[in-house]
């Protein structure tokens, strides 16, 4: 969708998880073609730009920083094969920010190593939201973009944020399971003991709260809808509750008529969760692949 807004088209996607690929199939009425580590690169057709995010959690502070010994790590060969063998004018790979000092830098190193060997001049930085986009979002992420010829390419600088959290938040009373209002656990004993100011918003980290005293709200994560860390909270009118997931998609820049299907009875929302919390900044991704473009002076 960030490309597209910068007159884009997308010929090819592949997608592993179920789910996702339910909401993509609503949204844009085809389907993925699923697990990138089947898919050859004779059957994608001819395109100009590759972007990527390949999963973050064998990289994050959050997971247990296994890197390439994690099979989800190795999923960044597949996409190193297929930039090769395509050789397209440029690409797009986004990960976190922790990828920078995993394995005290051996593991961008190599990523680096790869990329610069199979022809590509790159420009790596660290973006978030809440500086570059103007959406109120603390998502630091490392943008990685490769041209096949050294260029004048340059990542968006730093704008206003005149967006607010408060902006973003639904004013009307919202379904009962989003609110922790009944004290029937320790959790939620803790939650109404620490969060009181509808000024704020806080996060709730597996052991202990704290407010976000940054006034953005904190970075989303796919778990946060089955307890994890990281859920952003506010008090509203009508109590303590946990973002919904259309607030957490609009903390990403998604359109309300954006379709997030419920999947399943019951644990529908944790889908849709993991879903945002493992999706971009669209924004930001469009600024930056219109500088992608405009360096490329594809027309």
């Not at 502070?61 to 395509?86: H, M, N, Q, V, W």
């Not at 991704?285 to 992608?292: A, C, D, E, V």
């Amino acid at each position: 969708m960030g490309i597209e807004a910068n007159g884009g088209k997308c010929v090819y996607s592949c997608e592993n998880d179920p789910n996702a690929n339910i909401t993509y199939n609503k949204n844009f009425k085809e389907d993925s073609f699923g697990d990138i580590t089947n898919i050859s690169t004779k059957d994608i057709p001819k395109y100009n730009i590759l972007l990527s995010g390949f999963p973050c959690q064998s990289f994050s502070i959050a997971g247990k920083r296994l890197g390439f010994e994690d099979i989800r790590g190795t999923i960044f060969f597949d996409i190193a094969r297929i930039i090769r063998d395509s050789n397209p004018q440029a690409f797009l790979l986004e990960n976190v920010k922790g990828l920078l000092n995993h394995d005290k830098g051996k593991t961008i190193q190599t990523i680096k190593d790869i990329l610069t060997n199979i022809g590509y001049h790159l420009y790596i930085d660290i973006l978030s939201p809440h500086i570059h986009a103007n959406i109120p979002q603390n998502r630091e992420r490392i943008f990685i973009v490769g041209f096949k010829n050294k260029n004048n390419f340059s990542f968006p600088g730093k704008i206003s944020l005149t967006n607010k959290w408060r902006d973003l938040i639904d004013p009307n009373k919202q379904e009962d399971r989003y609110y922790y209002n009944n004290i029937n656990s320790p959790s939620h004993v803790k939650i109404i003991e620490h969060v009181k100011s509808k000024d704020i918003i806080y996060q709730y980290r597996r052991y202990y709260i704290r407010e976000n005293k940054s006034g953005i709200c904190p970075t989303l994560t796919a778990n946060m809808g089955t307890g994890g860390h990281n859920v952003p909270l506010i008090v509203d009118n009508w109590g303590i509750r946990k973002l919904t997931p259309r607030e957490c998609a609009r903390f990403q820049g998604f359109p309300d008529s954006f379709i997030f299907p419920i999947i399943g009875r019951g644990s529908g929302d944790s889908h849709l969760y993991k879903q945002i919390g493992n999706s971009v900044c669209i924004p930001l991704i469009k600024i930056i692949t219109h500088n992608i473009i405009k360096t490329l002076k594809i027309k």
